[in-house]
């Protein structure tokens, strides 16, 4: 692991968190900002691809390519719905 990943104290936080409670609030938020009104929910989308975003370029030296590729095309998918949610 590189020693700049390992270090990171928001990596370390979150890999504190476990996976099924991270898991299950990233839905709620997900569920949560599918709910709200039209302009609001593509605000909150975008809000969570930018999460997305820096997590996956904290973690891109350490991640398989085929786990790049499979978040690259989550990452697309929900710029795509919040874009399409704004306007």
Do not use: E, H
Request: hydrophobic share 60%.
């Amino acid at each position: 692991m590189p020693q700049d990943v390992a270090n990171n104290p928001l990596l370390r936080r979150l890999a504190r968190i476990p996976r099924s409670l991270a898991m299950l609030g990233t839905l709620a938020l997900l569920l949560f900002a599918v709910l709200l009104p039209s302009p609001y929910s593509g605000i909150m989308l975008l809000v969570l691809a930018a999460a997305l975003a820096t997590l996956l370029t904290l973690t891109w030296p350490v991640q398989p390519p085929a786990t790049r590729a499979l978040r690259l095309v989550v990452l697309t998918l929900l710029t795509a719905a919040a874009i399409t949610r704004l306007f």
